[in-house]
């Protein structure tokens, strides 16, 4: 992989919503790996809801195994990850691909068999890639209203249009 395609997302989607169980059957993948905050929910929502209760439970009947990989501490990921019992690895350093291959040894799948689900560049699609797992993006939900937000937001701009021309060029070939 070049490596300016480390920082490239291999797909991006409105919510995780989107990436139900028959688009990932498509794509022959039978695991993924969530990122906790602004892609599952926002940092207030301490507990899924009802909604993501059902989404998990349609990816579970289809078979696909599941779990997350946050940054947050463990507090947060573990009260997250109560009532859904996922394999959950919190504080995991991301772009550090440590919590992500120890999903993928969880699983027992190939890495291309797995995806990553999460909001952000230089923390989510670096750590997958470097996994060697494909990255889907999810606009964040809600993102702080920090200065320093707002700047990594800023610098992820390059590569999500780089994203958008690869799409349109692979969209035009097919
Ligand atoms: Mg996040």
Same mark, same amino acid.
């Not at 120890?102 to 909001?119: F, I, Q, S």
């Given at each position: ?24 059957? #498509? ?11 602004? =892609? ?13 209760? %059902?989404?998990? =439970? ?11 990989? #946050?940054?947050?501490?463990? %507090?947060?990921?573990? +009260? ?8 959950? +690895? ?8 440590? $919590? ?11 890495? $291309? ?5 999460? %909001?952000?560049?230089? =923390?989510?699609? *670096? ?18 209203? =920090? *200065? ?23 969209? #035009?070939?097919?």
């Amino acid at each position: 992989m070049k490596r300016i395609r480390l920082l490239v997302p291999d797909g991006m989607y409105k919510d995780i919503y989107e990436i139900n169980a028959q688009l990932l059957m #498509s794509l022959g993948k039978e695991g993924v790996v969530f990122d906790i905050d602004n =892609t599952v929910a926002p940092y207030e929502i301490l507990r899924p809801t009802q909604e993501m209760k %059902d989404y998990f =439970t349609s990816l579970g009947k289809s078979g696909i195994k599941i779990a997350f990989v #946050s940054n947050n501490k463990n %507090d947060r990921a573990n +009260v997250f990850n109560e009532e859904l019992g996922f394999f959950c +690895v919190p504080d995991a350093s991301k772009p550090s691909p440590k $919590g992500i291959l120890r999903c993928v040894k969880h699983m027992g799948l190939p890495a $291309g068999k797995m995806l990553l689900v999460g %909001d952000q560049i230089f =923390t989510d699609c *670096l750590a997958a890639h470097l996994a060697k797992l494909e990255f889907y993006m999810v606009k964040p939900i809600k993102d702080k209203n =920090t *200065l320093f937000f707002r700047i990594k937001r800023f610098f992820e701009k390059p590569f999500i249009h780089i994203y958008k021309k690869m799409k349109v060029k692979n969209e #035009s070939n097919a």
